[in-house]
């Protein structure tokens, strides 16, 4: 799917996480989960940053809440899955908030940057 030019570096990012996402689903990714933490939070602190106030000012606020409510949530998965508990549930988490900004938030986004 062609992604506006302010979301491709964000869309390309997800592959990433992706497949992070599914090597937490196996339960022996911790090392990986740390290498790739930091880029994690950039991704994250962007989104926040360029992301939620176009939701907020174009009264997409509910979406807003969802991403800021993912983000905490992964936070506090990752960090427990750095420290090797709920790996599983860390995957998942990761794999599914993917999903709802690839196929429901990144479009609403397109309409408000077009």
Avoid: C, W
């Amino acid at each position: 799917m062609k992604r506006h030019t302010r979301l491709v570096k964000l869309s390309r990012e997800h592959h990433t996480a992706l497949r992070l996402g599914r090597h937490l689903l196996t339960g022996d990714a911790r090392a990986e989960l740390s290498a790739e933490l930091p880029a994690i939070e950039a991704h994250f602190a962007e989104e926040e940053r360029d992301l939620l106030p176009l939701l907020e000012g174009n009264r997409h606020g509910t979406y807003a809440v969802r991403l800021r409510a993912e983000h905490a949530q992964l936070r506090r998965l990752l960090a427990a899955a750095v420290r090797g508990t709920n790996q599983a549930q860390a995957g998942q988490a990761l794999i599914d908030h993917v999903r709802f900004e690839e196929r429901e938030l990144f479009p609403v986004l397109e309409t408000l940057l077009d």
